[in-house]
């Protein structure tokens, strides 16, 4: 009998479980339909995307349905707890009676937000329009529906955790007495609309953030032993400018346009343009026509426009393709490698720079000693670039001067913040050497997926110059 009660117990907790699992394989295979229809299915099926790659996407996408079930719906649309606990369900909450239908316009902003994976890991062929090069409306639609979501969610599983330490802080005893204000009508009628017009002001505002250009950066990097001859090495550093799903030719030719300026005073010349990563975030192919204003990036045949791999790019497995892509358009790749500039000084007076492959590739491991062949730390001026800045322990060891990263995009906005200072050994911005490598890491450029940008005031474009230290 013993055994009975158990299976049926496991029945019907398998239920709920099983009833969440097929609404949430129903809302994403909708999904791909309407993406087969709109992008055309032909174009996925040209792409090298894998069966895992494919699979990988759909699952993300049904744990994201399953997420945005259990932290908007089970915590802002009608369930609560009365002082004892118990489970109920409040259908007359504040926001119900200030904006009857704003759930349903939510599971819409999911609906919506949950294509953007597959958009830009499954249908990238087809992204842009063919006339213009840039986004169509509907891929910046479901981006920023993406951000909305992304953020509702983060400041959920916020409020839950400020009630969790709360009840740490205070004791189990105490928390009693708070459970009438943190788990009742009054704490869900409360953090419904708080949540809501908070998610609501970051992602509108960093909207309006994104539209601006990109700001020039200028920092000053002392060396001590940097020799006269590059005093003033001038390096305009660009990082996480993601052409694909919401990035187009219109803000690619802008970027150039910005660099070209920089560029163009006859006293006051650029020595190296470096690109650090996550330039292209889609399959080459289908984004031709918004790569090719970086043709123009400075005109000026002496000045090296040097490429490392982003993560993005092993994302997508198309480092290969974005290689050839690049040197089409004048861009060298620098990988596992290293150079020496100016081409026409003399040995002893050049500064090298080196550039590593990302983290994420497989060939990554054991390759920064063919990295830092032929380089003696002790006498060369050694600048690194590399896309995370994870790689600064390597690059002290081996007695970088300067290394030049992106990746982070200063957290973008909420809560991506705060994933991209915990899982990051630098931020944003330039970290003085403490012994012997400094490190500046870009806020990027563009931006990544939405184009929301509320963490920091502005993109930026990197204006360094290596000066001598007294």
């Known amino acids: 009998m013993g055994g009975n009660n158990i299976s049926k117990a496991i029945l019907r907790r398998g239920r709920p479980i099983a009833h969440e699992i097929i609404l949430a394989a129903c809302v994403t295979f909708a999904n791909l339909i309407i993406l087969f229809i709109i992008y055309d299915g032909r174009h996925y ?20 349905v399953l997420i945005w079930r259990h932290y908007i719906y089970n915590r802002m649309h009608n369930e609560c707890e009365d002082r004892h606990g118990r489970k109920e369900h409040n259908n007359d909450t504040f926001m119900h009676m200030l904006f009857p239908y704003w759930y349903r316009i939510s599971c819409g902003l999911m609906f919506l937000g949950n294509c953007l994976l597959p958009m830009q890991f499954l249908f990238s062929n087809n992204l842009l329009d063919s006339g213009t090069g840039d986004p169509y409306r509907f891929n910046l639609l479901c981006a920023i529906c993406y951000g909305f979501v992304f953020t509702m969610i ?23 007495h708070l459970r009438v204000l943190f788990s009742s009508r009054r704490w869900n009628n409360l953090r419904a609309p708080l949540v809501f017009s908070l998610s609501a002001k970051i992602v509108l505002s960093g909207a309006l953030i994104a539209k601006q250009d990109p700001v020039v950066v200028q920092i000053t990097v002392p060396i001590s032993h940097l020799p006269h001859s590059l005093e003033n090495f001038r390096i305009i550093q660009l990082s996480d400018v993601h052409i694909g799903v919401t990035v187009g030719r219109t803000r690619v030719k802008k970027v150039v346009d910005i660099v070209n300026d920089l560029c163009s005073g006859s006293d006051d010349k650029c020595d190296l343009i470096a690109l650090t990563g996550d330039i292209i975030d889609g399959e080459p192919p289908g984004l031709m026509k918004a790569i090719e204003p970086l043709a123009n990036l400075c005109p000026n045949e002496n000045v090296p426009k040097l490429f490392v791999p982003g993560n993005h790019e092993h994302l997508h497995f198309i480092v290969d393709h974005v290689v050839t892509v690049l040197s089409k358009v004048g861009i060298d790749s620098l990988v596992n490698d290293n150079i020496r500039l100016p081409m026409d000084e003399a040995r002893n007076n050049q500064l090298v720079v080196v550039g590593f492959d990302d983290l994420s590739s497989r060939q990554y491991k054991d390759k920064e000693k063919q990295a830092f062949d032929g380089i003696d730390a002790e006498k060369d001026v050694t600048v690194l670039l590399a896309h995370q800045p994870n790689h600064l322990k390597v690059a002290e060891s081996y007695g970088v001067d300067l290394m030049l990263s992106g990746h982070t995009h200063a957290g973008q906005f909420f809560p991506g913040t705060i994933g991209a200072w915990l899982f990051n050994s630098k931020f944003s911005g330039y970290y003085p050497s403490r012994g012997k490598t400094a490190i500046y890491v870009s806020a990027g450029t563009l931006w990544w997926g939405p184009p929301v940008r509320f963490s920091t005031r502005h993109h930026e474009i990197t204006d360094i110059r290596l000066v001598r230290s007294q």
């Open 45 to 64: 099926l040209e792409l090298p995307s894998s069966p895992i790659q494919t699979s990988i996407v759909i699952i993300a996408m049904m744990v994201a």
């Open 154 to 176: 983060g400041l959920n599983i916020l409020a839950d955790s400020t009630v969790f330490i709360t009840k740490k802080i205070v004791g189990w005893t105490q928390y009693q």
